[in-house]
């Protein structure tokens, strides 16, 4: 439900709505992935390797970032240590249209799990049992771009502990194509911001993305998915 500080027209509120219908569907479709790819591992028992995680991660991933349209730049799952083996880590992710496996030899490394296990998309899930959003940030890993990476935690058993995460990889760029008409509908400043106040995407030609900005006093202020806001008004700071 959309909520607002001031008295918006219909339009504003209309906009507004569109866009966190796209971030709202990008959450819930990860959701649903996470317990599909849950109940597939589960269903593996005692066989889970890197061979079976591929072949369960790879056709999602497909369906993902092959959408005409989509905001999804790369996805996968990435395996917490002790789901294949104590110690072990696994990703299974792909990017792009031609599905670049991204890190694949690391795979073979024995002590793989370090490059991961501290990274906020991987960590905040896995510690808190709840999706997360990180970004915008500069991916060097995977995109080379300003990425949000939506992660989700993946549980085998309802009870049991977080067996990975699977996650997306949107990037601003692609974002910027649906996000900044429905912005300049709102108005010429009008600003989507993560929770700490850093630009995502702006109709202010002086706020980039990863800015930190502040809501102009008096404007309005519509939720966005679970974590974003769209300020009518923003500066940049």
């Known amino acids: 439900m959309i909520k607002a500080t001031a008295s918006p027209d219909t339009s504003t509120v209309q906009a507004a709505a569109d866009l966190d219908a796209a971030i709202t569907g990008i959450e819930h479709r990860l959701a649903a992935w996470a317990a599909e790819t849950g109940t597939a591992l589960a269903a593996l028992s005692t066989k889970v390797t890197g061979t079976a995680v591929d072949k369960l991660i790879r056709p999602a991933v497909e369906e993902l970032v ?14 917490n240590a002790g789901l294949l083996r104590p110690e072990r880590s696994y990703i299974a992710w792909w990017q792009g249209e031609e599905l670049e496996h991204v890190d694949a030899l690391a795979n073979f490394s024995p002590n793989s799990i370090s490059r991961y296990v501290k990274s906020e998309w991987f960590r905040v899930p896995v510690d808190t049992g ?33 067996s990975g995460i699977v996650g997306m990889d949107v990037t601003v760029q692609r974002l910027e194509r649906g996000a900044l008409p429905t912005l300049r509908r709102i108005g010429d400043r009008a600003t989507l911001v993560n929770a700490d106040g850093r630009a995502i995407v702006s109709a202010a030609p002086d706020i980039a993305a990863g800015d930190l900005a502040a809501a102009e006093e008096g404007c309005s202020v519509f939720p966005v998915g679970r974590k974003f806001r769209i300020w009518s008004g923003a500066e940049a700071l």
Do not use: M, S
């Not at 092959?66 to 395996?79: D, Q």
């Not at 990425?147 to 085998?156: A, D, E, R, Y």
């Open 130 to 162: 709840q999706a997360h959003v990180t970004g915008p940030y500069v991916d060097f890993l995977c995109t080379d771009e300003y990425v949000l990476t939506f992660t989700h935690p993946v549980f085998c058993r309802a009870d049991g502990p977080v």
């Open 66 to 79: 092959r959408t005409p349209g989509g905001y999804i730049a790369g996805a996968g799952f990435l395996a």
